[in-house]
């Protein structure tokens, strides 16, 4: 399985924008049993977990940005999105889409934004918001 995001940009504070992570290598239907998740990296933070979606669909928003970002998966176009609004310049960061098969779980219940075991990764995308 291959990760390739795509949507990065530079916008003004206020603005949106929409990521967008293509996999390849792997059917993304609903029967599908992989975890999907969108996180980011700032210079000189910690990675950040920001939305997860798991295989039925059920998604997940971390707290930092609930009710301005969503994470959805198109299973005919095999790609997962994260819609972003009401960008701040604290939102620049590196974003980065990742998976990882439940399978390995033994179900979905862990499929949230602060799972750390995440092991396909893409090369990201860089998003800029200027104030």
């Known amino acids: 399985v291959k990760l390739e995001e795509s949507g990065g940009g530079s916008v003004q504070s206020g603005g949106s924008l929409r990521l967008a992570c293509v996999v390849s290598?792997?059917?993304?239907?609903?029967?599908?049993?992989?975890?999907m998740g969108w996180f980011r990296q700032a210079p000189g933070r910690e990675r950040e977990g920001l939305a997860t979606?798991?295989?039925?669909?059920?998604?997940e928003h971390a707290a930092s940005v609930e009710g301005r970002f969503t994470i959805s998966r198109d299973n005919v176009k095999n790609t997962l999105f994260l819609e972003m609004n009401s960008l701040k310049p604290d939102d620049s960061a590196m974003y980065y889409c990742a998976a990882v098969d439940e399978r390995q779980y033994g179900g979905r219940s862990f499929c949230e934004p602060d799972f750390t075991g995440m092991d396909i990764w893409g090369k990201g995308t860089l998003v800029t918001i200027s104030s």
């Open positions: 290598g792997y059917t993304l239907t609903w029967s599908s049993t992989y975890c």
């Open positions: 979606i798991d295989s039925r669909g059920h998604s």
